[in-house]
C-alpha cells in the first residue's frame, strides 16, 4: 500500500527543517578552511583548494561539492566559486558587509546548542565534563563579544547618532566591554567625557581600544564590580548596552537600582538591549538570543520591553521613553531619568 501524497508531504517538510543544519556547518566549515577567502581571488580547482587549506583532497571534495548542492558554492566544469555576497560577508575582511565575528560566534554555539535537551533536563547551561568536573565552555561568549564590538562598529553606532546628549558632559558606560558605543559618541560630541567601566579583563581590552583611537585624554577607565562602584563625580547619563541579557532578572534589578543611586539627580539612564516583545516569542533574534543565553549561561535570559520598564519604575526612573532604532538594527533604547532631588526625597 502506497503512502498518501499527503503524508510524504509531511515527511518533505519535516525533513526540511531537520536537514537545516548541513547548510550551517558546511559555512562554518568553509569560513574555518578559509575557503570564501581563497576564493576571493577567483575561482579555483579542487587541487588549488586542497594546497591552499592543507586538507584530505576526498574530504575536502565531499565537502566543496555539499556545498555546490546546497547553493552555497558553484561548480563550473573543475573550478569552484562563492556568489558575491558570501565572498563580500565572509571572504574579504576589509568589506563593509564582512561577518567573520558573527560566523566565529555562531560556530561557537554548535556544542552547547547541540545539547539543549541535556540542558533542560538539567536546568544548567550544556558543559564538557573534564576529570569528573563540570566545566563551561567560554567560546560562545569570547567570541560573543568579538562579534558583539564588530556589530557597534557598523549598524550598532546609530546609538551614537540618535541618543540626544546636549547639555551632557559625564557619561558613564556599565559593562562597557571594549568601549565600541561610548567612544562613538565621544567621537560625536568633543565635549563629553567618559568613564568606561567593567571586570579587569574586557577593561583592559578597552585600554587598548582608547588608545587606538586617539581618546584617552577623555576617557577613564574603571575596573570593578558594577553593583558596588560609586564614582568619584555623580555621571549625567549613565549607559548599560546589551549586558542585561546575561545577568539574569534579579541582578538586573539590582543594577538599575544602584544605576539609579549614582546618576546625577535630573541625570539619564539609557538602557540598550535586543528587547523581546510581550510574548516572547519575536522579533526572530532577541528571541534565539534569549535561548543562547538559557544554554550558555547560568543564570543569563533576555528580556522585554514592558519588564525592563517596570524594572526602570522600581529602581526610582521616571517618564521612561522607548527609542526604536532602525529596521536593520536589532537594538531599541530605554530612556529614562532620575527626578532632581527635590522631587525624589531620600527614603
Known sequence: ??????????????????????????LFALFELGVFRHLADGPRTLDELTSDTDGDRETLRALLDGAVALEILTLDGETYAAPEAYLACLGRDDSPAYLGEWITFLGALVSPIGQLAEAVRNGRPAGSMIEGTEQRDDRPAKAMTRAMDAYARTRGVELAWRLD??????????????????????????????????????IEVARGVVAERGLADRVTL???????????????????????????????????????????????????????????????????????????????????????????????????????????????VLIAHRPPEADNPPA
Request: net charge negative; proline share 7%.
Open 165 to 202: 546628549v546636549s547639555g551632557v558632559r559625564t557619561l558613564l558606560d556599565v559593562g562597557c566591554g571594549p568601549g565600541t558605543y561610548s567612544l562613538a559618541m565621544l567621537e560625536r560630541h568633543p565635549e563629553l567625557r567618559a568613564t568606561l567601566l567593567d571586570l579587569p579583563g574586557p
Open 222 to 332: 574603571a575596573a570593578a564590580d558594577a553593583l558596588s562602584y560609586v564614582p568619584e563625580q555623580a555621571p549625567e547619563l549613565v549607559l548599560v548596552s546589551n549586558i542585561l541579557h546575561m545577568l539574569g532578572p534579579e541582578t538586573s534589578q539590582r543594577l538599575l537600582a544602584h544605576c539609579a543611586e549614582i546618576v546625577a539627580p535630573g541625570g539619564r539612564i539609557a538602557v540598550q538591549a535586543e528587547f523581546l516583545d510581550a510574548s516572547r516569542t519575536s522579533p526572530r533574534w532577541p528571541t534565539l538570543l534569549n535561548l543562547i543565553m538559557q544554554a550558555t549561561t547560568e543564570g543569563g535570559r533576555n528580556h522585554a520591553v514592558d519588564e525592563t520598564s517596570q524594572w526602570l519604575l522600581d529602581a526610582g526612573f521616571v517618564d521612561i521613553e522607548h527609542m526604536r532604532l532602525s529596521p536593520w538594527n536589532v537594538n531599541s
Open 1 to 26: 500500500m502506497s503512502m498518501p501524497f499527503s503524508d510524504i508531504r509531511k515527511q518533505v517538510d519535516t525533513l526540511q527543517v531537520a536537514e537545516r543544519f548541513f547548510d550551517s556547518l558546511l
